[in-house]
Nanobody, 114 residues
Framework: QVQLVESGGALVQPGGSLRLSCAAS????????MGWYRQAPGKERELVASISTSSIQYYADSAKGRFTISRDNAKATVTLQMNSLKLDDTAVYYC????????WGQGTQVTVSS
């Protein structure tokens, strides 16, 4: 059974940092394409960042220069380090995995507010 469990969401002030983690199980993590989406209230879910099996990273324009995605295949985790957070980063952040099918976590809330 595939499981993706996110953690690290919180309330943070603008300019602050957060580190989101996703613990994966139920599939060969090293063979999966991993990433993070987010969904803000009233908006469609959008890709934030992704990382391939060979650790090639992709970032949405909104994340470039501020966010860093990484993976630890030994621990089956993918991490999103978010710096210089803005009000517009407020959203539910979802971990996803692609291994023949696409899988989603339950999401973790990130709120950027002063």
């Amino acid at each position: 059974q595939v499981q993706l469990v996110e953690s690290g969401g919180a309330l943070v002030q603008p300019g602050g940092s957060l580190r989101l983690s996703c613990a994966a199980s139920g599939f060969p993590f090293g063979n999966a394409y991993m990433g993070w989406y987010r969904q803000a209230p009233g908006k469609e879910r959008e890709l934030v960042a992704s990382i391939s099996t060979s650790s090639i990273q992709y970032y949405a324009d909104s994340a470039k220069g501020r966010f860093t995605i990484s993976r630890d295949n030994a621990k089956a985790t993918v991490t999103l380090q978010m710096n210089s957070l803005k009000l517009d980063d407020t959203a539910v952040y979802y971990c996803y995995a692609i291994y023949f099918s696409q899988y989603w976590g339950q999401g973790t809330q990130v709120t950027v507010s002063s």
